[in-house]
């Protein structure tokens, strides 16, 4: 079975700051995707990015990029330059080749303070 | 990028009754569409995996009869919530796999409230 752990329940940073929220995960597949998703208040599920595990550079996107270990199973996000607007849940999540569905963290929420 | 529309956004219903949720692919065809459940501050759940021209596949614990899922175009996936209860009020939510990376857009999600 798959699974994905978020262990920071609730983070907060100053605006201009730069955060990382940590994930890990476990899978017995070899190829696989992982992904970052942010769900504002709104509750819209919106894609901040994604990595391919064979590729082994970093995904980056605009202020956001991740520290992928595939060795160590982690794949941490990084918010760089922190906005008003980036406060939201942030989720890992998983891609299941076979089933092709996604397995999510618990999630953890972020404020961005003033 | 991908757009997923679902329908309606908010509903409240009685007891009882069934209530249909709609899942639309706007700008690409989509063969297969999962349907979550969110409960408040808490992550999603898969509930079942939309196929078109075929079944869905349920997960572990999910009721097949009262969830009813019909996925009947390329482009469109129903969920039916069937006599429903007020435990099933909950934050549904659709999404569908485009792209080589297999990347899930979501829909805006739909709250149910069962009185």
């Known amino acids: 079975a798959q699974t994905v752990t978020q262990s920071q329940p609730e983070m907060s940073v100053q605006e201009a700051e730069t955060v990382t929220l940590s994930c890990t995960y476990d899978?017995?597949?070899?190829?696989?995707?992982l992904f970052w998703y942010k769900q504002p208040p709104s509750r819209q599920m919106i894609l901040v990015i994604r990595?391919?595990?064979?590729?082994?550079q970093n995904a980056t996107e605009n202020r956001f990029s991740v520290n992928f270990q595939k060795a160590a199973k982690s794949f941490s996000l990084k918010i760089s330059d922190s906005q008003l607007g980036d406060t939201a849940m942030y989720f890992c999540?998983?891609?299941?080749?076979?089933?092709?569905?996604?397995?999510f963290g618990s999630g953890t929420r972020l404020q961005v303070q003033p | 990028g991908a757009v997923v529309s679902q329908h309606p956004s908010r509903v409240i219903c009685k007891s009882g009754t069934s209530v249909k949720i709609e899942c639309r692919s706007l700008?690409?065809?989509?063969?297969?569409m999962f349907w979550y459940r969110q409960f408040p501050k808490q992550s999603l759940m898969l509930m079942a995996t939309?196929?078109?021209?075929?079944?869905?596949?349920?997960e572990q614990g999910v009721e097949k009869d009262k969830f009813l899922i019909n996925h009947a175009s390329l482009t469109l996936s129903t969920l039916t919530v069937t006599s429903a209860h007020p435990e099933d009020s909950s934050f549904y939510i659709c999404?569908?796999?485009?792209?080589?990376?297999?990347?899930?857009?979501f829909g805006p999600g739909t709250r149910l409230l069962v009185l």
């Open positions: 999540a998983l891609h299941n080749t076979g089933r092709r569905a996604l397995t």
């Open positions: 899978t017995s597949e070899s190829n696989y995707y």
């Open positions: 939309s196929n078109e021209g075929s079944k869905a596949t349920y």
């Open positions: 700008d690409f065809q989509a063969t297969t």
């Open positions: 999404s569908a796999p485009r792209g080589l990376q297999e990347t899930q857009y």
């Open positions: 990595q391919e595990a064979y590729k082994q």
